[in-house]
């Protein structure tokens, strides 16, 4: 069975705990869209290892890791990247670029520095990319030796860039478990996003496939969220707290973005978006990180629907307009205050954080497997 770990907020919900747990089963790790918009923090003993491209599982040096065709690539950046892996752990899994991938070049960057600052890009060039890749004017890897302003990389990466697409149909066909390795979230999807508050991908579930060239059946799809809810950059936010309590969240919860260092939103946990990602993404499971951010709170909400233009919804409008006029309409949950970083099972967490836990089973319809109690990549609940 293959696996797909994908986010079903608005990114930085804690995907590379799951993946770095989950690649322990699967032999090739793969990402299949963004560029180094992306951010993944891996937490090993107390050493903090932060991925913008490559997979967060390349700390595990028996696997490969694969940047798929769906992604952009700066070619500084990654080898900047790998760089900084080695200078910390000089055993890491083998990496492959595809060919067919895309580069990001400098004018590609400052392009978005001049245009994304309505949307809140990270000003990472990953749009003007897309733009070009779209409109048929791109240059891919294997033109990498003609990018005459990267020639001091083409050296490093070249042996790197070979058909990903192929070689990860030739591990299929011998048995090789895959694992899908999603960035961003479905609600920054280009297609299924809060448009045009999005990125420039499709990072549900239909990118898996688009982005590496390959088509699996037999996968499961775990969907990570957290216990509450972020999101980095404008758009709108049902959920968004602007009180002491968010405040608290993001203090707590160390919320500030991976890639570009700014202060996450914060809010309340939104079941509208669960159930809208799963609808889409056809999740077979859920992950639910940083619990343990919300011990100490007396009282915990869950939104469960919208009220928009008089009426009570269900579902996230496509008009960016409704939802920004969106109000909130909250189930309330007794907190706990127990410190639950120590918790391995279920059945050792307080018992208003398993009510917790069961009431976003019920509302999102999709069990929960995972359960994040800690940042060290060890912090995990397997949930039965």
Not at 172 to 193: C, N, P, R, S
Not at 271 to 281: F, G, S
């Amino acid at each position: 069975m293959h696996t797909a770990v994908l986010g079903v907020q608005w990114g930085d919900e804690g995907k590379g705990k799951i993946i770095d747990f989950l690649a322990k089963e699967h032999d090739i790790i793969v990402r299949c869209q963004g560029g180094n918009n992306a951010g993944h923090t891996v937490v090993v003993g107390g050493q903090k290892y932060p991925f913008h491209l490559l997979p967060s599982a390349v700390l595990h040096a028996d696997k490969i890791c694969v940047l798929g065709n769906g992604m952009v690539i700066n070619p500084e950046v990654l080898c900047k990247e790998l760089e900084n892996l080695k200078s910390k752990q000089s055993e890491h899994a083998k990496i492959f670029v595809s060919n067919r991938a895309h580069l990001i070049t400098s004018e590609h960057i400052q392009t978005d520095a001049e245009e994304g600052k309505n949307i809140g890009t990270t000003g990472r060039g990953i749009g003007p990319a897309y733009t070009n890749k779209i409109s048929r004017k791109g240059m891919r890897y294997h033109n990498f030796k003609e990018a005459h302003q990267y020639e001091q990389f083409i050296e490093k990466l070249q042996p790197m860039i070979v058909d990903t697409g192929f070689l990860l149909n030739q591990a299929i066909k011998e048995g090789k478990k895959l694992l899908f390795e999603g960035a961003q979230a479905t609600m920054l999807d280009i297609d299924h996003g809060t448009y045009p508050y999005v990125t420039s991908s499709n990072c549900s579930v239909g990118g898996l496939f688009t982005g590496t060239g390959i088509f699996v059946k037999n996968i499961e799809i775990v969907g990570v969220s957290k216990a509450y809810t972020t999101r980095v950059g404008a758009g709108p936010f049902v959920t968004e707290l602007f009180d002491n309590i968010g405040q608290q969240i993001r203090d707590v919860g160390h919320e500030f973005g991976t890639t570009t260092g700014r202060p996450r939103r914060c809010g309340w946990l939104d079941t509208v978006v669960l159930r809208y990602a799963k609808r889409i993404n056809g999740l077979d499971y859920l992950a639910v990180t940083k619990l343990d951010i919300l011990s100490g709170l007396p009282k915990i909400k869950i939104c469960d629907d919208y009220f928009i233009e008089g009426n009570a919804c269900k579902e996230i409008p496509a008009d960016i307009r409704k939802l920004e006029s969106a109000q909130p309409l909250y189930l309330e949950l007794p907190g706990w205050n127990e410190d639950i970083s120590k918790c391995r099972s279920f059945e050792e967490l307080p018992v208003n954080a398993q009510k917790y836990l069961q009431k976003i089973e019920e509302l999102v319809g999709v069990k929960i497997k995972y359960i994040g109690v800690g940042a060290d990549r060890d912090d995990l609940i397997i949930k039965n």
